[in-house]
T-cell receptor, first 112, second 113 residues
């Protein structure tokens, strides 16, 4: 059974810092991996989707990498801003037809 | 803008009183999902529809039911809410499969008194 772990559970950084959020999964035979952002009391917003054949995806200040063999993904946020404060969740799909398995997320606070 | 809409945003019900949560989408996506999310927890998939085909997760309690009368709408029915069912309920869609990018609604926060 696929399990997704995100460490740390919470992270606080000063504005302007570059930071890395970590995601690990137990079954490396994934189809793809997605990173989401969730603001308090709100739904999830998809940030990046990495197919199993890809090593990384970039969108603006965000860069997600995938190392399937080691069961790990990282989300790199450059030049963090207070508006980046949110919970970041990663989720994996084991095949084209199976639903996503989510981690519990990392709660990020960027302090001005 | 195309989007996923959930109504109501906040729902208060009494212990044992049936409640229905609503989700609609303008994305014309084939797949619709219902997740339950409790505080500081990962979203837990309850069930999903691929078009009209219903897929129930093995550990979803019988107390939870769903209906999808057409492509645009999907409902979550909780037949006899218990205190443990208080949570955020998230609706999501994806174009073809579970591995496609999922688009989430804002959620419905359910309180059970």
């Amino acid at each position: 059974k696929q399990e997704v772990t995100q460490i740390p559970a919470a992270l606080s950084v000063p504005e302007g810092e570059n930071l890395v959020l970590n995601c690990s999964f137990t079954d490396s035979a994934i189809y793809n991996l997605q990173w989401f952002r969730q603001d308090p009391g709100k739904g999830l917003t998809s940030l990046l989707l990495i197919q199993s054949s890809q090593r990384e995806q970039t969108s603006g200040r965000l860069n997600a990498s995938l190392d399937k063999s080691s069961g790990r993904s990282t989300l790199y946020i450059a030049a963090s801003q207070p508006g980046d404060s949110a919970t970041y969740l990663c989720a994996v799909s084991n095949s084209g037809n199976t639903p996503l398995v989510f981690g519990k997320g990392t709660r990020l606070s960027v302090i001005a | 803008d195309a989007m996923v809409i959930q109504n109501p945003r906040y729902q208060v019900t009494q212990f044992g009183k049936p409640v229905t949560l609503s989700c609609s989408q303008t994305l014309n996506h084939n797949v619709m999902y219902w997740y339950q999310q409790k505080s500081s927890q990962a979203p837990k998939l309850l069930f999903h529809y691929y078009d009209k085909d219903f897929n129930n997760e093995a550990d979803t309690p019988d107390n939870f039911q769903s209906r999808r009368p057409n492509t645009s709408f999907c409902f979550l029915d909780i037949r006899s809410p218990g205190l443990g069912d208080a949570a955020m309920y998230l609706c999501a869609t994806s174009k073809f499969t579970g591995a496609d990018t999922q688009y989430f609604g804002p959620g419905t926060r359910l309180t059970v008194l």
